[in-house]
């Protein structure tokens, strides 16, 4: 069973960085991140294969975000820099468990383990 912990998150004015983390715990094949917006979808915004490190990255957040995989440590990270209002919302680490996922980009359905959440507020 793979366990999720993220951490990081809070409030950052427009044009601000933010990172936040994700903890994990098993074997995960790829990691993502998603962001729901109050009213919206859940979408995913970056994902990265486990043991290949293969990449990508949804075009709203592209040149501004990216994920930083440290597997000594079994660490994800979202780093996000030159923030926008439009990126606040709710944001979640997931992982896929039973194979490597080459759709972009990638289903919720998809992963198996969900982080709890952690809320990203950007003020103009």
């Known amino acids: 069973q793979v366990n999720l912990e993220e951490s990081g998150g809070g409030s950052v004015q427009a044009g601000g960085s933010l990172a936040l983390s994700c903890r994990v715990s098993g074997d995960t094949k790829t990691m993502a991140w998603f962001r729901q917006a109050a009213g919206t979808k859940r979408e995913a915004i970056l994902s990265?294969?486990?043991?290949?490190?293969?990449?990508w990255v949804a075009d709203s957040v592209k040149g501004r975000f990216t994920i930083v995989q440290d597997t000594a440590n079994k660490m994800f990270f979202l780093q996000m820099n030159d923030t926008k209002p439009e990126d606040t919302a709710m944001y979640y680490c997931?992982?896929?468990?039973?194979?490597?996922?080459?759709?972009?980009?990638?289903?919720?359905?998809?992963?198996?383990?969900w982080g709890q959440g952690t809320r990203v507020t950007v003020s103009s």
């Open positions: 990265i294969s486990t043991h290949r490190g293969m990449s």
């Open positions: 997931a992982a896929s468990t039973v194979s490597e996922i080459l759709n972009f980009p990638p289903r919720e359905d998809q992963f198996s383990a």
